[in-house]
């Protein structure tokens, strides 16, 4: 059996609960997908791209529409060959390429610059 809880408590809790159904109740349900804000693609304009699929389950499971993971790929190396001596780069999305403050001799001299 449950300890008694006090009226304070009661009414605290009813309190947030009523907070949540308010804060609820000011959501928009988007009913038509015009009128959503983010994303939004039509079948014709999904149809064909690279990687996406549209309807391709069965009748016991149907898949509607299925995207591919996207395959990753390394960075591009620069084509000038200047460049790249001076580049830093890593295969990381999130990091940008940064510009060495120093090269040696030799590199340049390998380079052919």
Known sequence: MHA???????????LIDYVEATERDKLKTVLDY?????FRKTG??????????LDVGRDDDPIWLRVDRLPKKAPPAP????LSVWLTYRDDPKSEPRLK???TGAVLVEVDL
């Open 34 to 38: 015009q009128d959503h804000k983010a």
């Open 4 to 14: 008694p809880v006090a009226p304070e408590i009661n009414r605290l809790i009813d």
């Open 101 to 103: 403050s120093e090269v």
């Open 44 to 53: 014709a304009e999904l149809q064909g791209l690279p990687g996406v699929a």
């Open 79 to 82: 084509e000038d060959a200047e």
